[in-house]
């Protein structure tokens, strides 16, 4: 054991017996646990960084993050993804300000030093003037790289750490069958993030949105007052919408439909079969639904076009028609990032009905996000009150199946997504720091 690891007592945080799963307030809040986080959990795994829609010619760009990391995300003349340290190898200047676009170059912008698209170090002004470099000059190749990047159905993830399983394994099981699923929706089987993504930060910890988005528990009670606009005037965003349904008691059924789903590498899935499947037959978009059950027949059209939402470990997420990553500034602060997305070759009226859904409830002036964000608020105020300090996280714990694959299947508002998170944020945070950590 490490000094740092006996210091923080990593091991002490949570408290996991039969029937008991407790963690302690400490994980949420203390500065030394967000450090080692950033240490163990954000340059130790898998980061999703980009979709390759994005990315779709030479020179388009993105800058991401590693948890508090800057990077630069690219596509190269050789149509490969490169993903680098947005740092300059002068003096340490972020090299890229946009958080996208295309470039042939990058230009440090404090003494114009170049970088092309692989992040090789191309130009320095002045380097052989006669108070510029010697002879013995050590010129770095370029900025650091990001050993690992791969990429699962044009989900780019990185990794800092060499020492990591294939992104295919980290993925396997439910976080790759939300992925193909949510695909499945796309009659050409793949999906474009659109628009300005929509950018937000609360003062609360990163973790409380990687347990919301798969939160079975809160909905009818978090929005309420969406619920109770629902079953005032009733669903009238036609054949799709988000959180579709007539009035507060048929979402309440809705919501206890399906199963929630915890995987080997922390990931958390929450997936429900579409309760009326043959009103789609008969509807608007009747010839969309159609040629999807063609594509994946009627048992697994229910799910596709069901709602799932998946909390990928650590810090992506997927509901809805959105992708969403949360990175982490500080114990109390988290930038929230939306990206709306359309699905290949749907109907472009479907697909405009989808985005004002989703505006509806995530955009600023939406009903739902904004609710969410007030309660991760609201825990950091009240994780100041260490007089208590255990958060209980057993809900639905009596009542799992360990399924084949070795994944844990829960009730539609069981906890099971949140112990999973928490087994393996334990099970990063308590390895030696050179150590393998999958
Ligand atoms: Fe980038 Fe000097 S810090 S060129
Ligand atoms: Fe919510």
């Not at 970088?115 to 191309?122: I, M």
């Not at 439909?257 to 915890?262: E, S």
């Not at 994944?407 to 393998?436: C, D, K, N, Q, Y």
Request: net charge negative.
């Amino acid at each position: 054991m490490s000094p740092y690891q006996s210091a923080i007592g990593i091991q002490d945080l949570i408290r996991e017996g039969p029937g008991t799963f407790r963690v302690s307030g400490r994980a949420y809040a203390d500065q030394a646990i967000f450090d080692l986080e950033q240490e163990r959990i954000f340059l130790k795994t898998w980061i999703y960084v980009a979709h390759e829609s994005e990315l779709r010619e030479p020179g388009d760009f993105k800058t991401a993050h590693l948890g508090t990391q800057p990077v630069i995300v690219t596509r190269g003349d050789d149509m490969r993804i490169h993903v680098f340290a947005n740092r300059c190898v002068h003096r340490g200047a972020a090299v890229c300000r946009e958080r996208s676009g295309n470039a042939r170059v990058f230009v440090c912008p404090y003494h114009s030093w170049s970088f092309d698209l692989t992040g090789r170090l191309t130009g320095i002004p002045g380097r052989d003037d006669a108070g510029g470099y010697g002879p013995d000059f050590e010129q770095p190749e370029g900025l650091a790289r990001i050993p690992r990047v791969e990429s699962y159905r044009g989900f780019i993830f990185a990794c800092a750490s060499d020492d990591v399983v294939p992104l295919e394994t980290y993925l396997a099981g439910g976080a790759a069958q939300l992925i193909d699923r949510k695909l499945a929706q796309a009659p050409a089987g793949t999906i474009s993030l659109r628009g300005a993504p929509f950018i937000g930060v609360y003062q609360g910890n990163w973790k409380f949105q990687a347990e919301n988005i798969v939160d079975g528990y809160h909905f009818m009670h978090t929005h309420r007052a969406f619920v109770s606009l629902q079953s005032k005037y009733g669903d009238s965003t036609g054949d799709f919408g988000v959180h579709k349904g007539d009035n507060a008691a048929k979402m309440r059924r809705n919501r206890m439909l399906g199963n929630v789903l915890a995987s080997r590498y922390g990931h958390g899935i929450n997936q429900k079969p579409t309760p009326d499947l043959e009103s789609l037959f008969i509807g608007n978009y009747a010839a969309y639904y159609f040629q999807l059950r063609e594509l994946h027949g009627e048992d697994e059209l229910k799910w596709v076009v069901g709602a799932g939402a998946g909390c990928i470990f650590p810090n992506f997420g997927i509901i809805h028609n959105q992708l969403r990553v949360w990175r982490p500034i500080g114990p109390d602060l988290t930038e929230v990032t939306i990206y709306p997305y359309s699905l290949d070759g749907a109907p472009d009226s479907f697909n405009e009905g989808m985005l004002r859904s989703h505006e509806r409830f995530y955009g600023p002036a939406g009903y739902g996000a904004t609710d969410d964000v007030e309660v991760f608020a609201l825990n950091q105020q009240g994780l100041a009150a260490t007089l208590s300090d255990w958060i209980i996280l057993e809900r639905g714990m009596h009542a799992e199946t360990v399924l084949p694959s070795g994944e844990i299947e829960g009730r539609p508002s069981s906890e099971t997504v949140h112990r999973a998170f928490w087994r393996r944020w334990r099970e990063l945070m308590s390895a030696e720091p050179e150590g393998s950590h999958v």
